[in-house]
Antibody, heavy 120, light 107 residues
Framework: EVQLVESGGGLVQPGGSLRLSCSAS????????MHWVRQAPGKGLEYVSA????????YYADSVKGRFTISRDNSKNTLYLQMSSLRAEDTAVYYC?????????????WGQGTLVTVSS | DIQMTQSPSSLSASVGDRVTITCRAS??????LAWYQQKPGKVPKLLIY???TLQSGVPSRFSGSGSGTDFTLTISSLQPEDVATYYC?????????FGGGTKVEIK
């Protein structure tokens, strides 16, 4: 059974930093691109970042480019999102998401999400 | 950037009604379109990909159609458990974009 378990969320002040982790199991983690999608309270879904299966290629939404860094450790089956210079508008539930198949950005498994609150 | 516009933003229908949700892309995206269902307080669930392919385990009352810029998600007979917000998503490039969502309620 595929499982994605996020951790690391919490309350942080504007300008602060936070690192999210996503522990994956139930599939060959090293074969799939992985992604972060976020959802602000009461709002829709926003695609944040992606990383290729070997970590060699990354993508960032314009809203987080230069502030967030995605990475992965295939030996630990873990995905990360390092967030810095956080703003109030980064407040959201952050979901770790798996691609349905290699090479297609369709998401078949989602973690339960971890809430990041940016507030003073 | 390609924008994804869903309509309506919300709808209310009776159990057993046929419900149609529309998603329009500002430029052609072939059939690189997925639909997700998010029930209140739950995680999004993949319903349809490649515009019309039903994800395994999804009830057959859900269907998708379209290509290019205009797409539809149809629920052939609305059930109480279908109360949710539905999102379309384009994936023809790395710049993935979701539609704004359509909230479906029971009348």
């Amino acid at each position: 059974e595929v499982q994605l378990v996020e951790s690391g969320g919490g309350l942080v002040q504007p300008g602060g930093s936070l690192r999210l982790s996503c522990s994956a199991s139930g599939f060959t983690f090293s074969s799939y691109a992985m992604h972060w999608v976020r959802q602000a309270p009461g709002k829709g879904l926003e695609y944040v970042s992606a990383i290729s299966s070997n970590g060699g290629s990354t993508y960032y939404a314009d809203s987080v480019k230069g502030r967030f860094t995605i990475s992965r450790d295939n030996s630990k089956n873990t995905l990360y999102l390092q967030m810095s210079s956080l703003r109030a508008e980064d407040t959201a539930v952050y979901y770790c998401v798996k691609s349905r198949i290699v090479g297609a950005t369709v998401f078949d498994y989602w973690g339960q999400g971890t809430l990041v609150t940016v507030s003073s | 950037d390609i924008q994804m516009t869903q309509s309506p933003s919300s709808l209310s229908a009776s159990v057993g009604d046929r419900v149609t949700i529309t998603c329009r892309a500002s430029q052609g995206i072939s059939n690189y379109l997925a639909w997700y269902q998010q029930k209140p307080g739950k995680v999004p669930k993949l319903l349809i990909y490649a515009a019309s392919t039903l994800q395994s385990g999804v009830p057959s009352r859900f269907s998708g159609s379209g290509s290019g810029t205009d797409f539809t998600l149809t629920i052939s007979s609305l059930q109480p458990e279908d109360v949710a917000t539905y999102y379309c998503q384009k994936y023809n490039s790395a710049r993935v974009t979701f539609g704004g969502g359509t909230k479906v309620e029971i009348k």
